[in-house]
């Protein structure tokens, strides 16, 4: 028997259904995209696109520069045996830019992680890396540490 005297017309069965159940299936299917759809911004958290890098200043150093921070005892300061000053040497081994105030560095500029490499004092060992950022404007560059 041929698929053509099976079924009046010559249609296949596979793609037709009761209309009984089409007003069913019409809502099961309409039910499932409300579901799906996507939550008011409100009532769930999303990513907020990051901020555009041309509103932000550009960083005065990079990742692998070279740099070095010169500092002075405080008066106060318990150790004699310390330098009165010294300069340590590092490399930027990374960078943050601080948007807001609400921190200990200013609104609105880059703060620095350096690997300590070395230091003009004998105070310390060396080479370190404390995870503390430094501000931009206690850094400086040299070509060598």
């Given at each position: 028997?041929?698929?053509?005297?099976?079924?009046?017309?010559?249609?296949?069965?596979?793609?037709?259904?009761?209309?009984?159940?089409?007003?069913?299936?019409?809502?099961?299917?309409?039910?499932?995209?409300?579901?799906?759809?996507?939550?008011?911004?409100?009532?769930?958290?999303?990513?907020?696109?990051?901020?555009?890098?041309?509103?932000?200043?550009?960083p005065e150093f990079n990742i692998g520069?070279?740099?070095a921070q010169d500092w002075e005892e405080?008066?106060?300061?318990?150790?004699?045996?310390?330098?009165?000053?010294?300069?340590?040497?590092?490399?930027?081994?990374?960078?943050?830019?601080?948007?807001?105030?609400?921190?200990?560095?200013?609104?609105?500029?880059?703060?620095?992680?350096?690997?300590?490499?070395?230091?003009?004092?004998?105070?310390?060992?060396?080479?370190?890396?404390?995870?503390?950022?430094?501000?931009?404007?206690?850094?400086?560059?040299?070509?060598?540490?």
């Amino acid at each position: 028997m041929t698929i053509s005297g099976d079924y009046p017309q010559g249609r296949s069965q596979v793609f037709t259904f009761p209309r009984r159940e089409l007003l069913q299936k019409v809502l099961s299917v309409a039910s499932l995209c409300f579901v799906a759809s996507p939550q008011p911004a409100a009532a769930s958290p999303s990513p907020q696109p990051a901020a555009s890098p041309s509103k932000r200043p550009l960083p005065e150093f990079n990742i692998g520069d070279l740099v070095a921070q010169d500092w002075e005892e405080n008066d106060g300061d318990e150790d004699e045996e310390a330098p009165e000053s010294s300069t340590d040497f590092g490399e930027i081994v990374g960078l943050c830019y601080v948007p807001e105030d609400g921190s200990y560095y200013p609104p609105k500029t880059w703060v620095y992680y350096v690997y300590w490499t070395r230091s003009t004092s004998d105070c310390c060992s060396y080479p370190c890396f404390d995870g503390e950022p430094t501000a931009g404007s206690e850094l400086r560059l040299v070509s060598h540490a």
